[in-house]
């Protein structure tokens, strides 16, 4: 359980032991979606520019975030229930989501802390994925004009967790985003 989200992020760039001289593109959902902001920047300062980087259901990093880690076990469940994407099963069992509660807690406190000092545009093509019942990415979704060069938006049917419920439609955006970003070899 890691609350720091530079620390995540320099896990997962660790991790990817990405190349130069290999194309790929960054996918990030919810917190993964500031995650894979944050990578790009840092990927981009040592000149490793990536295909695309499509960030999806997060709220630009200047836009200050409803603190809800604090809360209660119950309300914060609730907190995340409500948000969807949640199997009935899991919901319903009280001892698996208590398993998981430190791990939910972890994640929202990194991004509750999270502050940005590094103001560099992502030179990358960024694209941006909401739902459009996501009340709060959608308004505020115009915020990551400021920190790409190149940047489209992008809005399919649901709230937070469309990725679920428009699995075939987000599938075909991606693919044409890749098509439209075609892969250069060295």
């Known amino acids: 359980a890691i609350e720091d989200l530079e620390e995540l992020t320099d896990l997962y760039k660790q991790e990817l032991n990405l190349r130069p001289d290999r194309p ?29 980087v499509i ?10 975030r409803k ?6 076990d119950d309300q914060f469940l609730d907190h995340i229930i409500q ?15 208590s398993f998981f509660l430190p791990s939910f807690r972890s994640d929202y406190r990194a991004l509750e802390q999270f502050e940005l000092y590094d103001l560099a545009q992502i030179q990358s093509p960024v694209h941006v ?17 400021k920190w790409a060069k190149d ?7 649901g709230g937070h ?6 699995t075939e439609e987000v599938a075909e955006r991606i693919f044409a985003i890749l098509n439209q970003h075609p892969i250069i070899q060295p």
């Open 24 to 52: 790929f593109v960054l996918f990030g959902h919810s917190m993964g979606g500031m995650i894979t902001f944050r990578l790009a920047q840092k990927l981009e300062r040592e000149g490793i520019f990536p295909q695309a």
């Open 55 to 64: 960030i999806s259901a997060i709220q630009p990093p200047h836009i200050q």
């Open 67 to 72: 603190k809800v880690s604090h809360l209660p």
């Open 83 to 97: 948000l969807g994407g949640m199997p009935a099963e899991l919901v319903e069992n009280k001892e698996v989501m």
């Open 129 to 145: 994925f909401n739902g459009l019942d996501d009340k709060k990415c959608i308004r505020d979704a115009e915020g990551w004009k």
């Open 151 to 157: 940047i489209k938006f992008h809005q399919f049917d």
């Open 161 to 166: 967790m469309f990725l679920l419920s428009q």
